[in-house]
């Protein structure tokens, strides 16, 4: 029962976090454009649903530091995965072409900003800048 609420509303609970998505993207813009951080691209012929917010940092330690300022302004930022072929199952069951370069980076240096209905952007906004500038 709660799960099919959620579903009834999905299309407006899809738009709302759009629209902090689009908040997020807007707000960081000159912050890419100085060459602090990448910004996440949606190749324009597909549609994305904004559940998530993240950034791309130069590399792992500027992403560390990055996590640790945003934790002692109490805003709880994460790194988003460990690659399939680093995991215990991957070492295990997987295989791997090549070195895995580009994943292994993206991984280091991607940050994911808190993204939820009811939170304070405006603070987490705050201080992304203030950390860059």
């Not at 709660?2 to 000159?30: G, N, P």
């Not at 500027?62 to 945003?70: K, N, P, Q, S, V």
Request: proline content about 3%; glycine content about 6%; charged content about 25%.
């Amino acid at each position: 029962a709660f799960l099919w609420a959620q579903l009834e509303e999905a299309e407006s609970i899809t738009a709302r976090y759009l629209k902090l998505w689009d908040i997020y993207h807007e707000a960081f813009e000159l912050l890419e454009q100085s060459g602090h951080l990448r910004r996440p691209i949606v190749p324009s012929d597909c549609k994305q649903q904004g559940h998530m917010y993240y950034l791309l940092l130069k590399n792992i330690k500027d992403r560390t530091l990055f996590i640790e300022y945003m934790e002692h302004k109490g805003i709880n930022c994460v790194f988003h995965y460990v690659p399939l072929h680093s995991s215990l199952a991957g070492k295990k069951y997987g295989r791997i072409n090549g070195n895995m370069e580009v994943t292994n980076g993206v991984s280091n240096r991607l940050v994911r900003l808190p993204l939820w209905l009811g939170m304070d952007q405006a603070k987490v906004i705050e201080e992304v800048i203030t950390y860059f500038s």
